[in-house]
């Protein structure tokens, strides 16, 4: 089932711009855990504000997002929550081969571009990317994390062993 609050009419969105907020709690990650089980976070919670601006046919989405993650920490395979925080400004332009050879209206050089088609755009897959984008690459639950041994698997922050 989609999410209402965040499929927006794109004839509702009034020339100075639409403003939303964002609380994206466990309810909406769990969804996404079901459409997509190799997620690699847990439990969530994401605020935030979305603008959009309508530039001609393009809109262009900036949005800002704070929250926490819980994610697995990949020295010692505990599970911590992470502080996340990030902003984006992201313009939608209209699918190709729907558009009668147009010029964009924003110099994109230095946006990301995607697309949309339809009346009714789905911000659902881009908040969605953008949280996975605020993910460190190689999440660690401290810096001086001791991770595990390979030799017999204790967990060294937790204890010491005996090997070596
Ligand atoms: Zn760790
Ligand atoms: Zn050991």
Not at 34 to 59: M, N, Q, V, W, Y
Not at 129 to 134: G, H, R, S, T, V
Request: proline share 6%; glycine share 8%; hydrophobic share 35%.
């Amino acid at each position: 089932m989609k999410d209402k609050f965040l499929q927006i009419a794109i004839k509702a969105i009034p020339e100075k711009g639409l403003e939303r907020s964002l609380d994206l709690g466990p309810e909406w990650f769990s969804r996404w855990r079901g459409e997509d089980p190799g997620l690699e976070f847990s439990t969530a919670r994401i605020k935030g504000t979305l603008r959009l601006e309508k530039h001609g046919r393009d809109i262009l989405v900036r949005g800002t997002l704070t929250g926490q993650l819980q994610l697995s920490c990949s020295r010692c395979l505990e599970n911590y929550e992470a502080p996340v925080a990030g902003d984006f400004d992201l313009l939608l332009a209209p699918a190709p081969g729907r558009v009668s050879g147009e010029a964009e209206e924003l110099s994109a050089a230095d946006l990301d571009v995607d697309y949309y088609s339809g009346d009714v755009l789905d911000l659902e897959p881009i908040i969605r990317e953008q949280i996975i984008l605020l993910m460190p690459l190689k999440p660690l639950c401290t810096e001086e994390c001791q991770g595990i041994c390979p030799r017999c698997g204790a967990v060294l922050n937790l204890e010491a062993c005996t090997c070596k």
